[in-house]
């Protein structure tokens, strides 16, 4: 270190409230880290155990609904959790679940150090935690939000007890405390998508490794790239929404409240138009994950790399314009609805790319059937089944019967659970031994897989029958007699077989995290340059940053291939396809390592900092502000806001990252 | 692209993520402020919209014409827009690293900001005393919810400009740090312009509307 490196360094410190933090081990490590993969272990746990207790919440439905006239939940009860269990999957354990994979592996993927915001990536996470923590504190507050997830207007404005509906101009019922808990709360958690979307974009654009133009980014990545953009413009527009549900529930003003003057179509419009973004933005990190799964598992290149590309960019716009399928049966007419129903057809072209692109992949190719490709192939599969639901949802007449009935949860769970969360799975399989440096035993993941495949089949199939025999969504007991009774019975079956499922691949993971078999760098022969670092990877990821001259960079570096024979394995660097004179040529001019990085101990990296945890405390006080009443909430709100401020200034003056180890 | 050894190599305070040589050649930050300016865009798109759709829901309260005083608007909105020029000229001065003329231009900015400010609560006051408030009328609601975020974003900015400013006094913005200004500036153009649309949707659509109709 330079003397006026050192003299600076010395200078800022002693300004500052407190030292930034040096460890980069050890338990209270977690709290101070930038790591962007010590921040995807921590979003991986974190959902993860969301993710369990959204499946418990299931599990309670699926015993309320067993039989008829079920008193297992009060109806108040059952509200609470369909409503904790939608919030709870969508946006604490599939979005964030999806982070985990962006945070582990977009830098890794990229040939990058790190994201281009370390801190704000930290940010992130524990903002999405206070979110979590602020939502479900609902359970010592007089209860957790209970108007759906969708949360329509104006049932949010109508309590507990049926009969106490929220005045125009007041606010004083308990009820209003449950859906300031809704509004607030993903307002906090809306926060935490936004930053990490504008962190992985800023990201992607600018920290790819020297030759790595975007029509050579890992498809993965392309699929981050387009799910950040997609949170970036949704996010905003379900925040003015939520602020304005606040206002309603909180302060009684009358946007979405008919008795006063308002319209709760405009909440139908706004949710949906972040709604159905949403969609995509749950599904499309899965549809990236079994995309790298499936080449790899076949021993072939993706099929169609750069259709697989324009038709997620495609999906993404499109998916814009498709809203109002959601809200057919509000009556917005027949030219809305057939608009709309048209629009809604026509993603499902670009839909339909892709899945014969990931059929073209697998075809003629020389399949190992390990754990991740069953998940990667369930998901072509039960995707399919959902999209093809979908399409029957635009016929508009078609919906006008299917609206509010079980057809339409069959649906989304087809997607979202055969979809998204078949391709996390798969993809927790195929990175694992990246992650930890040890293999998740194959047996115990077919075991897995095979419980998961036919636990959802059996508790989601039948909801199609349900549906179109006309059982009701979101209703918390059915009479005897309409003839429903077997096939709830067959789905609660199912989804203590699904339950059996996800013990297994909790055993599973225990026993693989210490015990597992060694993976080495490279498990699967794969294709993607994360595949070069050791697993699990140094904190600085690469010694050397890779300089990419390909698509599939790795591949072509392991493998040398002439016309129509078969490639061939090269020993390591020594592939043609990877010549360095190639590789020099002008508009890859970058080193292929920056000036200092030579020994490993000298690589720069970002220091830990505290700041992010303390500006994300401040957030849920001052949302547990906006519930009290009188002085209570002047001070939570002042608490909070001090807080936070304090985390931002503390953040700005910080001292740059200076430890040279 | 083979600019990586410009400003952000020298590890300058509060510089640290910036110091990488960048793909696209444009550093992270500003990417970061264009990227949440995209998304800011949609933000006040659905308020605006909601006020446009609510304008005409008065309920028993005020109507546009009762309640607006449209030349106390245009003097406070002539000195927020006038306060963009503080700031160009403050990002100038920097730039050419003069930094007494940009200390002088980055406050005159705030306090052109804080002045905009001062004029909304004072309006936000005579309306409540005229009745007008949050609760009236979902035009009442909408109003208020939209200049109130703007107002905000406001305050959000005069309190980096006058962070900008302690800095520095305190010697700790050094002149290679005139980027950061340059974040601040594009986030103050933006809250700018938002109100000209936002001035234009509230204030003058519904006086030219209410000169034909009445």
Known sequence: MSVAAEHRTATSTRRNMFRRPTSETGFWSWFTTVDHKKIGIMYFVTAFFFFLVGGVEAILIRIQLAQPEMTFLTADQYNQIFTMHGLTMIFFAVMPLGAAFFNYLLPLQLGARDVAFPRLNA????????????????????????GGWFNYAPLSLIGPNPTDILEAGTATSQHVSRMVLYSVGLQIAGIASLASSLNFIVTILNMRAPGMTLMRMPIFTWMIFITSFLILFAMPIIGVALWQLMFDVRYGTSFFNPAGGGDPILWQHMFWLFGHPEVYILILPAFGIVSEILPVFSRKPLFGYTAMVFSA?????????????????????????????????????????????????????????????????????????????????????????????????????????????????????????????????????????????????????????LGLWGMPRRIYTYADGMGWNFWNLFETVGAFVIAAGVLVFMVNMVRSVKGGEIAGPDPWDARTVE????????????????????????????????????????????????????????????????????????????????????????????????????AWQIGLLAVGGLILLAGLFGWVLEPSAEETH | MATQTSDYSAPIPGSAETQHATSLGLANDKLAIWGLIGSECLFFGALISTYLMYVTRVGEGPTPADIFDIPFTSASTFILLMSSLGMVLALAAIQAG????????????????????????????????????????????????????????????????????????????????HTTVENVGLYWHFVDIVWIVIFTAIYLIPAATSVTTH
């Not at chain 1, 890859?588 to 000298?602: C, K, N, V």
């Not at chain 2, 400010?117 to 936000?124: M, N, P, S, T, V």
Request: charged fraction near 10%; hydrophobic fraction near 50%.
């Open chain 2, 98 to 177: 003069e930094m007494r003329k940009f200390r002088a231009w980055t406050l005159a900015t705030a306090l052109m900001g804080s002045t905009f400010l001062a004029g909304q609560i004072y309006e936000f006051t005579v309306f409540v005393a005229e009745g007008f408030t949050l609760q009236t009328s979902p035009f009442s609601s909408s109003f208020f919810v939209l200049t109130g975020f703007h107002g905000f974003h406001v305050a959000f900015g005069i309190m980096m400009l006058l962070a900008l400013w302690v800095a520095s006094m305190m010697g700790r913005l050094p002149q290679q740090l």
């Open chain 1, 313 to 465: 960019i495609a999906i993404g716009i499109l998916g814009w314009g498709v809203w109002a399928h959601h809200m057919f049966a509000a009556g917005l007419g027949p030219i809305a609805n057939s608009a709309f129903g048209l629009s809604t057809m026509f993603i499902a072209v670009p839909t339909g790319v892709k899945i014969f692109n990931w059929l073209g992949t697998m075809w003629g190719g020389q399949i190992r059937l390990k754990t991740p490709m069953l998940f990667a192939a369930g998901l072509v599969g039960m995707f399919t089944i959902g999209g093809l639901s979908g399409v029957s949802h635009a016929i508009v007449p078609h919906n006008y019967q299917q609206t509010d009935t079980y057809y339409v949860v069959a649906h989304f769970h087809y997607v979202l659970f055969g979809g998204a969360i078949f391709g996390l799975f798969g993809g927790t399989y195929f990175w694992f031994p990246k992650v930890t440096g040890r293999l998740l035993h194959d047996g115990l993941g077919k075991l897995h897989f095979l419980l998961m495949f036919v636990g959802f089949n059996m508790t989601f199939g039948p909801m199609h029958i």
């Open chain 1, 123 to 146: 940010l992130s996470y524990w903002v999405f935690l206070a979110a979590g923590i602020y939502i479900y504190s609902g359970v010592l507050l007089g209860g957790l939000p209970d």
């Open chain 1, 531 to 630: 595949w070069m670092t050791p697993s699990p990877p140094p904190h600085y990821n690469f010694a050397e940053i890779p300089v990419i001259t390909a698509r599939d960079e790795f591949w072509h570096r392991k493998y040398v291939g002439e016309g129509e024979k078969p490639p061939v394995r090269v020993p390591a660097g020594a592939s043609s396809d990877h010549d360095p004179a190639v590789a020099a040529t002008p508009d890859q001019s970058l080193p292929a390592h920056g000036p200092g990085h030579e020994g490993h101990a000298d690589i720069h990296m970002p220091s830990p900092s505290y700041y992010p945890l303390v500006a994300a405390i401040g957030l849920p006080i001052m949302g547990w502000g906006i519930l009290m009443p009188g």
